[in-house]
T-cell receptor, first 110, second 114 residues
Framework: SQKIEQNSEALNIQEGKTATLTCNYT??????LQWYRQDPGRGPVFLLL?????KEKRKERLKVTFDTTLKQSLFHITASQPADSATYLC?????????FGDGTTLTVKP | DGGITQSPKYLFRKEGQNVTLSCEQN?????MYWYRQDPGQGLRLIYY???????QKGDIAEGYSVSREKKESFPLTVTSAQKNPTAFYLC?????????????FGPGTRLTVT
């Protein structure tokens, strides 16, 4: 069956460092992959989309990679700030809808 | 302002009662979705609708019902048949259900059933 796995543990890093979050998938051949941010008690907000023919995508301090051979996407936040603390979700298309991973909670300490 | 509204933000019900959660969007999006989120977990799809008067079951539709009589509205009813209804419910919309459309989420409704 199709499965999405994100970092099982919460991620704690120091301000200014680079945070790297992982999204692994099995039994999928997605044409694209999305990343969302969710703050406690709120709905997710779309951040980035990367297509299967793109190796890397950047937006300000965010960078996403997509390796269809490894079946993995990496999400990087450079020069992290306490305001980046949130849960980050990856999502893959699945028969006309999206399937979301369980998310990774990132805490950036000042 | 364009966006998705959900009401109420908090909802309390007694076990055995049906309850309807509201979701309205003014983004002119064709597709709408309902998700359930339990503490520390990701989003699970309950129902989705690609067009008015049409909707499909998601992964956990049992105990829920929806309607899509208007493009802008997609209410979710949590019936008494839902065994564990206490959760955070999120509504979303997208331009379509094609390969790459991002979803816009509402603020969510936290339902507590006792």
């Amino acid at each position: 069956s199709q499965k999405i796995e994100q970092n099982s543990e919460a991620l704690n890093i120091q301000e200014g460092k680079t945070a790297t979050l992982t999204c692994n998938y099995t039994n999928y051949s997605p044409a694209y992959l999305q990343w969302y941010r969710q703050d406690p008690g709120r709905g997710p907000v779309f951040l980035l989309l990367i297509r299967e023919n793109e190796k890397e995508k950047r937006k300000e301090r965010l960078k996403v990679t997509f390796d269809t051979t490894l079946k993995q996407s990496l999400f990087h936040i450079t020069a992290s700030q306490p305001a980046d603390s949130a849960t980050y979700l990856c999502a893959l298309p699945n028969a006309g809808k999206s399937t979301f991973g369980d998310g990774t909670t990132l805490t950036v300490k000042p | 302002d364009g966006g998705i509204t959900q009401s109420p933000k908090y909802l309390f019900r007694k076990e055995g009662q049906n309850v309807t959660l509201s979701c309205e969007q003014n983004l002119n999006h064709d597709a709408m979705y309902w998700y359930r989120q339990d503490p520390g977990q990701g989003l699970r799809l309950i129902y989705y609708s690609q067009i008015v008067n049409d909707f499909q079951k998601g992964d956990i539709a049992e105990g829920y019902s929806v309607s899509r009589e208007k493009k802008e509205s997609f209410p979710l009813t949590v019936t008494s048949a839902q065994k564990n209804p206490t959760a955070f419910y999120l509504c979303a919309s997208s331009i379509g259900t094609g390969l790459s459309y991002e979803q816009y989420f509402g603020p969510g409704t936290r339902l507590t059933v006792t």
